[in-house]
């Protein structure tokens, strides 16, 4: 049998309560041929980069999917945001105000190893047994 997550179940809950029930499911085929063919090229890329690169090299590519798909500026990743921030030809570069940014850009992924280091080494020594 199979089960389903909560973020499943609650999107499916409210596309049924929409009261148009499955209709967002009509779409026209080149709209479906293009979503199913870039999944496809997507995970082609990402398990060839798997079979191939150092395994760090070819983790980077889940932090780096956002930047094949977003196309408003305004929706690019802070990373993206840091880049932008650079000096181009002669400009002068606020460098403070760059590496403020950047020290913020870290804070939420070295919160995640701090509190969680338990959690990693109790998994990898489990693993291990």
Request: charged share 10%; hydrophobic share 55%; proline share 8%.
């Amino acid at each position: 049998m199979m089960s389903m997550n909560g973020a499943g179940g609650v999107g499916i809950a409210v596309i049924v309560r929409s009261g148009r029930g499955f209709a967002v499911w009509r779409q026209p085929w080149p709209v479906w041929t293009l979503g199913i063919a870039g999944l496809f090229g997507y995970h082609f890329a990402y398990f060839t980069a798997l079979r191939n690169a150092p395994p760090v090299e070819a983790g980077l590519i889940a932090y780096l999917w956002p930047l094949l798909i977003t196309t408003d500026p305004e929706m690019n990743t802070i990373v993206m945001g840091i880049k932008q921030m650079f000096p181009s030809g002669d400009d002068w570069a606020d460098w403070p105000v760059i590496m403020a940014t950047a020290m913020l850009a870290m804070l939420p992924p070295v919160a995640v190893v701090v509190f969680m280091q338990n959690l990693f080494v109790k998994g990898l020594v489990e693993s291990e047994k």
